[in-house]
């Protein structure tokens, strides 16, 4: 019998890691199956390099410099996710793993919760609001499944 496969998406705003079948046997420490991802870095001086601009006041003829509606960094954030989100998509309609864990800084989790279709929703088996990206392959492996198992007891 098949065992069922489970991925691990480890994410913040501007790094990623997927974590394939991480509880296999056939995966060790040294070699987890990890997919990788990192969001381009802008500094903050580059993203407003690109003002917004000037326009006219509602009372009189002065110009005003107008503002910027949303935050850019912010924006970048959302769509790493959705990134992250078509990838996971994409691996599992082509039936690569059944199973979903997701830990990822608060923001982060907020984002990919607004970004994941109802079929990725329905086979995550635990969200866990905490970033983990930063932690060696070998820490990771066993954080994770420290966090899983602890979800389980409290379930």
């Known amino acids: 019998m098949r065992s069922i496969r489970t991925w691990v998406l480890v994410?913040?705003?501007?790094?990623?890691?997927?974590?394939?079948?991480?509880?296999?046997?056939?995966?060790?420490?040294?070699?987890?199956g990890e997919l990788v991802f990192r969001a381009e870095q802008k500094r903050l001086r580059e993203i407003m390099?690109?003002?917004?601009?000037?326009g006219f006041g509602a009372?009189?003829?002065?110009?005003s410099s107008m503002e910027?509606?949303?935050?850019?960094?912010?924006?970048?954030?959302?769509?790493?996710a959705s990134?992250?989100?078509?990838?996971?998509?994409?691996?599992?309609?082509a039936g690569d793993f059944e199973r979903l864990a997701i830990f990822a800084s608060p923001e982060m989790l907020g984002d990919l919760r607004k970004a994941?279709?109802?079929p990725?929703?329905?086979?995550?088996?635990?969200?866990?609001?905490?970033?983990?990206t930063r932690l060696p392959a070998s820490e990771l492996r066993?954080?994770?499944?420290?966090l899983l198992e602890r979800g389980r007891a409290n379930a």
């Open 11 to 32: 994410a913040d705003g501007s790094r990623a890691r997927i974590l394939r079948d991480p509880f296999s046997h056939a995966v060790s420490a040294e070699n987890l």
């Open 49 to 54: 390099a690109d003002k917004p601009g000037k």
């Open 59 to 63: 009372s009189g003829a002065r110009r």
């Open 68 to 80: 910027y509606h949303s935050d850019p960094i912010r924006e970048d954030e959302r769509a790493f």
């Open 83 to 93: 990134m992250l989100v078509e990838v996971l998509n994409s691996h599992r309609m």
């Open 116 to 118: 994941l279709p109802d």
């Open 120 to 132: 990725l929703k329905n086979i995550t088996v635990g969200e866990i609001a905490k970033d983990l």
């Open 142 to 146: 066993l954080a994770v499944a420290t």
